[in-house]
């Protein structure tokens, strides 16, 4: 089988007017298999918005390469990036601000769809269908997003990830402005999404919290500093770290 999606030597410098160049994302390189679930763990400031950037896209690489289903994306832009973003979506943060505030939900969810020619009406149905995959009833497709919680918001934001049926799901601190009770639920919800896509969907998960990460991923890569420090499955390197960095991570923690 063939990775869904590779980085290879990936890595991110900026450079600062009058200061030395700092670099964020240093050399990391890792696989994601089809139907796998990848943690990314580490300290804020440890480089993981600027790792998952480069692999959105949102920001270019300095140096290494992305290989997302077989083809090389690296500098990927414009027209191509359409084609990229059907087979790879995004889950943010903070879910309110990933819509725009003027439009319903449901606009937000179906616009992929309208974007790639579906009719009104065809679309209305299948964001209706997406938004109760992800546990909301039909009519908060009419609801605007400050009309809903943090929780439901972020279930909309995964119904829109899902309307081009995706291979690659990311999910950057998805959770992590969420209640600790709506966290489970969001949890939940990405748990029957890999039950229903089996080998059809892969996610990488980025979060701080090395518990969530425990409960919910195949295998986790653990960041320090811009490099990955440390991999394996959730639980034998929380049981066994071999890193001293890991170690304090866990400690302060669990
Ligand atoms: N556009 C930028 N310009 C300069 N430095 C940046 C920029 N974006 C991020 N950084 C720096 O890169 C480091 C990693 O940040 P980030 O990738 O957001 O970490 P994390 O998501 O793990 O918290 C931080 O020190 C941050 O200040
Ligand atoms: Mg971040």
Redesign the pocket.
């Known amino acids: 089988m063939e990775p869904i999606l590779k980085a290879d030597n990936l890595t991110?410098v900026?450079s600062?007017k009058g200061q030395p160049d700092?670099t964020?994302?240093d050399h990391v390189s890792f696989e994601l298999m089809p139907g796998e679930c990848l943690g990314i763990i580490?300290?804020?400031?440890?480089?993981?918005?600027?790792?998952?950037?480069m692999i959105t896209r949102l920001?270019d690489a300095t140096e290494g390469r992305i290989v997302l289903d077989g083809e090389d994306i690296t500098r990927a832009g414009g027209k191509t990036l359409r084609k990229v973003y059907s087979k790879m979506q995004m889950v943010f943060q903070t879910p309110t601000e990933s819509f725009d505030p003027r439009r319903r939900l449901g606009d937000g969810v179906g616009e992929s769809l309208r974007n790639n020619g579906w009719s009104r009406s065809d679309t209305k149905k299948e964001a209706a269908r997406l938004l109760q995959v992800c546990g909301l009833t039909p009519e908060f497709a009419d609801r605007y997003p400050h009309e809903v919680s943090g929780g439901q918001c972020q279930r909309a934001a995964i119904a829109r990830a899902l309307a081009v049926k995706p291979r690659l799901l990311i999910c950057?601190?998805a959770t992590s402005a969420l209640d600790v009770t709506i966290q489970q639920e969001i949890i939940e919800l990405l748990n029957e999404l890999r039950w229903q896509h089996g080998s059809d969907l892969s996610i990488l998960f980025?979060c701080?919290d090395i518990a969530l990460v425990q409960q919910f991923c195949d295998r986790v890569l653990v960041?320090y500093k811009?490099s990955i420090v440390e991999q394996g499955k959730p639980d034998e390197v929380i049981r066994n770290p071999q890193n001293e960095y890991t170690r304090r991570l866990i400690d302060s923690i669990l």
Do not use: P, Q
């Open positions: 991110r900026f600062r700092f964020a994302v580490g300290e804020s400031g440890s480089g993981k918005t600027t790792l998952v950037n920001l950057d601190e980025i701080h960041m811009g």
